[in-house]
Nanobody, 112 residues
Framework: QLQASGGGLVQAGGSLRLSCAAS????????MYWYRQAPGRQPELVAY???????TYAGSVKGRFTISRDNAKNTVYLQMNSLKPEDTAVYYC????????WGQGTLVTVSS
């Protein structure tokens, strides 16, 4: 089970840190993803982190967002800086198959 938190309302240029806490699985042994879905749009891959700690980002967030993990806390983070109104979306963490699991989503709203 994945529990996402940390969303909220922030002004453009501000920062938020999202957390995704896992229970029943060890995030350190998993490839972990953050996705987002804006109203009326398809889900978008934001970032992912491999078991070795390598990271990959969507072009729209590269240089502004950072994905990381704390294996001791069994938690994955998404640090979001220099937020823009177009970052407004529900953000989801995801653990891929074979044990596909989605977090419940956390809403990020960026005002201009």
């Amino acid at each position: 089970q994945l529990q996402a938190s940390g969303g909220g309302l922030v002004q453009a240029g501000g920062s938020l840190r999202l957390s995704c806490a896992a229970s029943g699985s060890i995030v350190g042994s998993k490839l972990m993803y953050w996705y987002r879905q804006a109203p009326g749009r398809q889900p978008e891959l934001v970032a992912y982190i491999t078991t070795g700690g390598s990271t990959t980002y969507a072009g729209s967030v590269k240089g502004r967002f950072t994905i990381s993990r704390d294996n001791a806390k069994n938690t994955v983070y998404l640090q979001m800086n220099s937020l823009k109104p177009e970052d407004t979306a529900v953000y989801y963490c995801m653990m891929p198959p074979p044990n596909l699991t989605w977090g419940q989503g956390t809403l990020v709203t960026v005002s201009s």
